[in-house]
Each structure stands twice: as structure tokens, then as C-alpha cells.
């Protein structure tokens, strides 16, 4: 998996002092849809993906997910399906194996593919 150091800087801010609870801040931006992403790029499944580059939040939802150059492998896992407001989602030049879910149909607002 590819090392992405800003985007681990944003990640550990953000599990620092966004969703401590010593802070007593809750930032809760997407977080039931970044569970699935989380999963997938092999980073804690309670962390914030909107601060993950490539991938874009909007009212509480993710919208965007660019994950280009060797930083997914396996297969596309089936949870994609609920990532019902990504409208653009580029996942190219990536180690991605089998076939393509078909709960990537659930994905409603998808209009870049």
C-alpha cells in the first residue's frame, strides 16, 4: 500500500483532536460511509476518510472517491453499494482483482465512473 504522508498527518490529526473525546470535540463527517472505505484502504475503521486525499465530503456524505496509483488492491468489496452520493469515483492504475459488484448499481448519484 502506497504511504501517502500528508494524508497520514490529516489522519492522525483528526484521531488526535476531532474525534477525542478527551477534546470534546465530535467531528462526525461521513463517518458511517468512511467505515467501508476505511476497511477497504486498511486504516481504523472509526477515523475520518474526509481528510484521506482523493476522497471529498460534502453535508455530512462522501462525494467524491479518487483512489488512483497503487493504493487499493483486492477486489472492489460489495459495501461500495452504500456509498449512495459519490457522484465521481476513479479508482485507476490500482492492483484491483475480480469482478466488478453489482452493488456498484446502488450507487445512485454516480456520474464519473
Known sequence: MAINLLSDIKENFNEKYLNNESTGIAYDSASGECKYINRWLGKKENSDCCFID???????????????NGQLSGSIPSEIGNLKYVRDLWLGHNKITGTIPPEIGDMTSLKDL
Do not use: L, Q, S
Open 54 to 68: 482523493g476522497i471529498t465530503c460534502e453535508d455530512n456524505h462522501i462525494t467524491r472517491f479518487i483512489v488512483e
